[in-house]
């Protein structure tokens, strides 16, 4: 349990967010939280968390607010527009946003969320998933000045197993933009082995087992392989938003000048399963795209 008593909100508590905020909880933070949908509120309220009525009223209860929404809109809404944060008295609080957002807009609202109300911003998108999120081992990357990283990261270890500071605000978008370069091809190739496989008469399952411990091993191979192989209800994660990421991967590397061909190449393959109505789909989706025999 910690002994610091500083209030923190959180606003956002979807898959991400909400075991998030539950891992603040256990570890005795006081936390107040605020969701668009209550369901998500409620179920914090029940581990301990107060509830407020707005976004706004989450950054007037907190020293600290943590945010976690799908993307840059949802992100635009919640601070800047009606009861938003950006209405409540920001002197001497910080924002620190999970969300995976265009770094340009992340720099952008930084500067005008300082103007409106005086509140600092980091930018700390995660990578991990639902389990890293459950488990408090998430990867996090963390732009924004050092003096405020240095304030935040004890909350931060409750949360995740790294936490690494890349530089200025917008740095730990572009951080995880090139993780997201990297997942979104692994999944992509991942699928196009287990076909490989099932229509070459291997069994996919043996494939992904013989494969652990080899170069080829990998957490999304161990974790989303076998859900390829299956039926999925209850999405870890969404295709959609794989995309969303990927696609602001591209527009950086356009005005970086960095070649991204491999990038590209599965962005279309993500904008074909998104355009058949998969974007809220996991990736066996993906699997099933592929077609085969099997």
Not at 122 to 128: E, F, I, N, T
Not at 280 to 288: G, I, S, T
């Amino acid at each position: 349990m910690t002994s610091d008593n500083t209030p923190l909100g959180f606003v956002g508590l979807g898959l991400m967010g909400l075991p998030m905020a539950r891992r603040l909880l256990a570890e005795g933070c006081a936390l107040t939280v605020w969701n668009r949908s209550t369901q998500k509120a409620e179920a914090a309220h029940r581990d301990g968390a107060d509830v407020a009525a707005s976004a706004r009223e989450v950054a007037e209860a907190s020293r600290i607010v943590f945010t976690c929404v799908t993307d840059t809109a949802a992100m635009e809404a919640v601070v800047f527009g009606p009861d938003g944060i950006a209405e409540a008295d920001g002197r001497g609080k910080l924002l620190v946003d999970h969300s995976s957002i265009h770094p340009e807009a992340t720099r952008a609202f930084a500067a005008r969320l300082a103007e409106a109300n005086g509140m600092s911003w980091l930018d700390a998108p995660v990578s991990g998933g639902v389990a890293g999120a459950e488990a408090g081992t998430l990867v996090i990357m963390v732009g924004g000045e050092a003096g405020d990283f240095a304030r935040v990261k004890p909350f931060l270890a409750h949360l995740s197993q790294r936490t690494s500071h890349m530089g200025e605000i917008g740095a730990g978008q572009t951080a995880k933009l090139c993780n997201q370069a990297i997942v979104g091809c692994s999944f992509a190739v991942i699928a196009e082995a287990l076909r490989l496989a099932a229509n070459s008469g291997i069994d996919p399952h043996t494939l992904i087992e013989a494969m652990t411990g080899g170069f080829a091993d990998s957490k999304p191979l161990q974790i989303f392989g076998p859900r390829m192989l299956q039926r999925i209800d209850e999405p870890l994660a969404h295709i959609g938003v794989v995309l969303k990421d990927v696609d602001t991967a591209l527009d950086v590397g356009r005005h970086t000048r960095t070649p991204m061909p491999m990038t590209a190449a599965v962005s279309e393959i993500y904008r074909v399963l998104v355009a058949q109505g998969f974007g809220r789909a996991e990736f066996d989706a993906l699997y099933r795209h592929l077609g085969g025999k099997a």
